[in-house]
């Protein structure tokens, strides 16, 4: 759809066309950038470092579990990361090292997909948690300033939710990172319940991904021509929902549905809300 919009015209039998969020960017031009919450004061190198834990993109126990699975290992956007980390200085073995990672997955809490890792450091195991998502700040009690760690008030969470929303406003898509701290074993990696509370705001960075150049066209041809299009993305988040806002495939949040949704519906709704929806997780 996106590469050869002037066949369309010979699609006639087709009503509805569905493709992935990702064939949408242009993966050669994604930038990293810092999202700051602290004056411009924020220390980017720590937080990129951070985000590279959380999402375990490090290491060579990882490296071999993906090889084992035939996975590709990195997306174009870790491999932008880790391209960043190396120019700072950040990606090399002392993160083996330091941060031996013991257990990396995706877990969903409350509805809210994060990917997390559960790493050694010193004599504590540290859980690191990533996502895309506003919703992780409402995990955190804590935020790591300048001046250390300290509790983190309501309008102080609602001032960070607002850059947030800022940067997704305009186009990107904001990757958040928080820590807690347990001296525990690791069997309670599977207590999430335990893991996500207490959690500290370690900071975000900015992933610009600028949409391939005339995709928005295409879909609004797509449209005209009554041709239905339907997006399918790794989550039901607010950077997800409003991509699809921004290049006209839903005009409000309500045609999206989660995994968790589907699974909550009988068959017949099912049925029934097909017509509705027009982003689907998964």
């Known amino acids: 759809m996106i590469k050869n919009s ?22 050669s031009d994604i ?14 190198h720590e937080v990129l470092k951070k ?23 990195n997306s174009a956007e870790d491999e932008k990361i880790i391209k960043i980390a190396k120019e700072c200085g950040i990606y090399n073995k002392r993160l083996d090292e330091n941060y031996p990672a013991l257990e990396h997955k995706r877990q969903v809490f409350k509805g809210i997909s994060y990917e997390t890792t ?6 504590k195991n540290v859980f690191y ?40 406003r305009s186009g990107s898509k904001v990757i958040c990172v928080a820590t807690s701290e347990h001296i525990v074993d ?4 599977r207590s999430p319940n335990v893991l996500f509370s207490q959690m500290v705001f370690e900071g975000a960075v900015n992933i ?34 409003m991509l699809a806002r921004n290049i006209g495939v839903i005009s409000l949040a309500e045609e999206s549905v989660s995994v968790t949704e589907l699974n909550e519906m009988s068959a017949e709704m099912i049925r ?11």
């Open 129 to 168: 948690a990533v996502g895309t998502s506003i919703g992780i700040l409402k995990l955190c009690e804590y935020e790591r300033t300048n001046q250390g760690i300290v509790p983190m008030d309501p309008e102080r969470r609602r001032a960070i939710e607002n850059i947030i929303a800022e940067k997704m």
């Open 272 to 282: 029934t809300n097909i017509p509705v929806y027009k982003v689907y997780q998964g």
């Open 208 to 241: 610009t991904r600028p949409v391939i150049n005339g995709a928005i066209e295409s879909i609004k041809l797509c449209n005209s021509a009554g041709i239905k299009t339907v997006m399918i993305c790794d989550d039901i988040s607010e950077t997800n929902v």
């Open 186 to 189: 690791k069997s309670a990696y």
């Open 31 to 44: 930038g990293i950038e810092p999202c700051h919450f602290y004056n411009g004061q924020d220390d980017f």
């Open 118 to 123: 559960l790493v050694k450091a010193g004599n």
């Open 51 to 73: 985000v590279i834990i959380s999402k375990g993109i490090y290491g060579a126990s990882r490296l071999n579990a993906s090889n084992e699975k035939n996975e590709n290992v």
């Open 6 to 27: 002037g066949k369309i015209e010979t699609l006639k039998d087709v009503d509805c066309l569905v493709f992935h969020k990702e064939s949408l960017f242009a993966e």
